[in-house]
């Protein structure tokens, strides 16, 4: 087993709890919408491209809300069990490699939309699988970003992921600075630089 495994049942267990109609740090979407996303993502090849791809979103939409119209339990279950014994991620390393980061963002956008979030403690195994999705992630999300970024963690890390003018050094936890690379606002983080370029990052960020 691994983060992602983990992270994949603790998600199930907080869908259970919460049920189909709470909210999530996903723009518009509901626990509902979001169980949905994810079971289209490792099961149906032919709509997962629009995920990605706006082009085909309108298909993967349509798909989605058929998968998001079914009971409940069961579309938990399906989240739960993850994809049939034929899906390439069912395979433990490459389930590690493609799906540590979405069930961890994926947890913390339902944890984190919820009134009184906090932080989870710290766990050594599940922050050093996100500072390596941070700075992996970092690479692509960023890219945009106008000007050079360097991700710091608490304890000192640092990781330059993009070059540019006006520098501004993220500072936060792991699992916080993963969140703020795709995009999150629920995150506590610190930034180091120039007020003005902070502020043309995180617009560039909110964006995302």
């Keep these: 087993m691994g983060v992602a495994a983990d992270e994949r049942r603790a998600l199930s267990a907080l869908f259970e709890e919460l049920g189909p109609d709470a909210p ?24 997962a491209p629009g995920i990605v791809v706006p082009a085909l979103a309108g298909y993967t939409q349509k798909v989605q809300d058929r998968y998001a119209a079914k009971p409940w339990g069961e579309l938990v279950g399906q989240v739960r069990n993850g994809p049939s014994k034929f899906w390439p991620t069912a395979i433990g390393p ?3 490699l493609t799906n540590t980061a979405e069930f961890l963002v994926h947890h913390e956008d339902v944890r984190r939309a919820q009134d009184g979030w906090a932080p989870r403690p710290a766990d050594p195994t599940r ?8 700075k992996q992630a970092a ?5 945009k970003a106008p000007v050079g970024v360097t991700l710091k963690t608490r304890d ?3 990781a330059a992921v993009k070059t540019g003018p006006d520098p501004v050094t993220v ?23 120039d007020a003005a370029a902070v502020g043309r990052l995180r617009a560039v960020n909110r964006g995302l």
């Design 139 to 143: 690479k692509l999300n960023l890219r």
């Design 127 to 134: 922050d050093a699988a996100a500072w390596k999705s941070a």
């Design 94 to 96: 490459l389930d590690e």
């Design 171 to 193: 500072v936060g936890d792991p699992v916080d600075l993963l969140l703020f690379v795709f995009g999150r606002d629920a995150v506590d983080l610190d930034f180091e630089g």
């Design 24 to 47: 999530t740090l996903c723009d518009g979407w509901t626990t509902r919408d979001l169980a949905a996303h994810l079971v289209v993502r490792e099961s149906r090849l032919d709509a």
């Design 156 to 158: 000192g890390r640092e």
